[in-house]
């Protein structure tokens, strides 16, 4: 069993930047890999970031630039920084843990809420 939970999210201006963090416990694999998805109001849940435990990331193209992913093993954290924020950045974020086996596995945070004023 793997819980997450993220902290971080608050109400910001256009062109701020809030950092966001994920602690999670519980059955962490080291292989696993971590990432953030937001989901807007009224719209399905999208990628974000994603970090493998080698520290490969990933990014959405809205975000390339901007938001920087990181990873600290030892701690069992995931960080996203996110700066130069938009209002199309105004969702709920949530931390993901996936774990590729017997079984492809994910898990998620509750979601911590981003605003960002136009």
């Known amino acids: 069993q793997v819980q997450l939970v993220e902290s971080g999210g608050g109400l910001v201006q256009a062109g701020g930047s809030l950092r966001l963090s994920c602690a999670a416990s519980g059955s962490i694999f080291s292989t696993d890999a971590m990432g953030w998805y937001r989901q807007a109001p009224g719209k399905q849940r999208e990628l974000v970031a994603t970090i493998t435990s080698g520290g490969r990331t990933n990014y959405a193209d809205s975000v390339k630039g901007r938001f920087t992913i990181s990873r600290d093993n030892a701690k069992n954290t995931v960080d996203l920084q996110m700066s130069s924020l938009k209002y199309e950045d105004t969702a709920v974020y949530y931390c993901?843990?996936?774990?590729?086996?017997?079984?492809?596995?994910?898990?998620w945070g509750q979601g911590t809420q981003v605003t960002v004023s136009s």
């Open positions: 993901n843990v996936r774990r590729i086996g017997t079984w492809l596995l994910n898990y």
